[in-house]
């Protein structure tokens, strides 16, 4: 058998026994191993559970797109246009930014010029689902 044999067959025995102290290092422990994959188990989980909220998240956004268009055709559509295409007559709904939040509240809740005010037909929840369904077709996202 010749050197390089034997190196083989040494690095073969190696790989099939269980680390020592001295193939691990000084301070070492035999857990080390088992440490690392239950870590990279844990990081692993977290990672998912991580992604899971985030689509969650995104579904939950989306449902409330869903409502505020519902409760947009049926209050907003018919004088702010079907599908947020405005006839020209009154605001277009889609300039509105993100900062423009609370202008919207207080003109939807209070009426401004001829928009009669909500309050009382629409409730919070429901200015948060008309913001969410406004938003997602906005020229400024």
Same mark, same amino acid.
């Given at each position: 058998?010749?050197?390089e044999d034997q190196s083989k067959a040494e690095d073969n025995r $190696? #790989?099939?026994r269980s680390p020592t102290?001295? +193939? $691990?290092? *000084?301070?070492?422990?035999a857990s080390a191993p088992r440490s690392r994959?239950? %870590? *990279?188990? !844990?990081?692993?989980? %977290?990672?998912a559970a991580c992604g899971l909220a985030i689509c969650? !998240?995104?579904?939950?956004?989306q449902d409330a797109?869903?409502?505020g268009e519902q409760l947009y055709e049926e209050h907003c559509a018919g004088c702010h246009g079907e599908k947020l295409?405005?006839?020209?007559?009154?605001f277009d709904l889609r300039k509105l930014t993100a900062d423009d939040r609370p202008r919207f509240d207080k003109f939807v809740m209070e009426g401004k010029g001829q928009m009669p005010p909500? $309050?009382?037909? #629409? +409730?919070? *929840? +429901?200015l948060d689902r008309l913001w969410a369904y406004v938003r997602a077709h906005a020229y400024d996202k």
């Open positions: 058998m010749g050197i $190696r #790989l099939r102290r001295e +193939d $691990r290092g *000084a301070g070492a422990t994959r239950r %870590a *990279a188990s !844990v990081t692993a989980a %977290a990672a969650a !998240v995104g579904a939950a956004a797109v869903e409502a295409r405005n006839p020209g007559t009154t909500w $309050r009382g037909t #629409l +409730d919070q *929840a +429901d």
